[in-house]
């Protein structure tokens, strides 16, 4: 079965700075999505990036980018810039394919200090 | 975007009552949609997976004779919690997931329950 790993239950950044947030999972598929979810106060669950595991150039979202190590099965979540609206849990997510569902990590408190 | 409506968004009812939540995809036909559970600072998990027209599929431990799902048309699908006790107060989460080449994964926003 996949799992998918977040090590971190919390995590603190001073507004304008840049964090980490990491994620490992573990699968013996070849083809598969990973994503970072945003869950902010009101718990709407937000896409914030989405990777495809054939894809080997990092995604970019704006502020938002990952580090894809598809051997190291590692897909950490960077965050630039920070903002107070940054303030959420994110979760990390792992999904064999079409239709399947997604599996979701413990998730990580984000902080963001002004 | 793709929008998938959830409602109620809350609900409080009496120990041993039924409670229907649904979830609508207003602008795609969904041909999957998955019923979440979030307890307050935890994850969420799976709690089935329906696929329209078919019986729902459920987790390891989710009891399907007291969490009904129902996915009778492309955009709609229901989560009843029967004979509702305390220990199923909840959040429960549903989302809906396109049917093309391109698929995506659209959420609800959510449905806490409180049974007293």
């Known amino acids: 079965a996949q799992t998918v790993t977040q090590s971190q239950p919390e995590m603190s950044v001073q507004e304008a700075e840049t964090v980490t947030l990491s994620c490992t999972y573990d699968?013996?598929?070849?083809?598969?999505?990973l994503f970072w979810y945003k869950q902010p106060p009101s718990r709407q669950m937000i896409l914030v990036i989405r990777?495809?595991?054939?894809?080997?150039q990092n995604a970019t979202e704006n502020r938002f980018s990952v580090n894809f190590q598809k051997a190291a099965k590692s897909f950490s979540l960077k965050i630039s810039d920070s903002q107070l609206g940054d303030a959420a849990m994110y979760f990390c997510?792992?999904?064999?394919?079409?239709?399947?569902?997604?599996?979701f990590g413990a998730g990580t408190i984000l902080r963001v200090k002004s | 975007g793709a929008v998938v409506s959830q409602h109620p968004s809350w609900v409080i009812c009496k120990s041993g009552t039924s409670v229907k939540i649904e979830c609508r995809s207003l602008?795609?036909?969904?041909?999957?949609m998955f019923w979440y559970r979030q307890f307050p600072k935890q994850s969420l998990m799976l709690m089935a997976t329906?696929?329209?027209?078919?019986?729902?599929?459920?987790e390891q431990g989710v009891e399907k004779d007291k969490f009904l799902i129902n996915h009778a048309s492309l955009t709609l699908s229901t989560l009843t919690v029967t004979s509702a006790h305390p220990e199923d107060s909840s959040f429960y989460i549903c989302?809906?997931?396109?049917?093309?080449?391109?698929?995506?994964?659209?959420f609800g926003s959510g449905t806490q329950l409180s049974v007293l």
């Open positions: 699968t013996s598929e070849s083809d598969y999505y």
């Open positions: 329906s696929n329209e027209g078919s019986k729902a599929t459920y």
């Open positions: 602008d795609f036909q969904a041909t999957t």
């Open positions: 990777q495809e595991a054939y894809k080997q």
């Open positions: 989302s809906a997931s396109t049917q093309s080449t391109n698929e995506k994964l659209f």
């Open positions: 997510a792992y999904r064999r394919g079409y239709g399947n569902k997604l599996v």
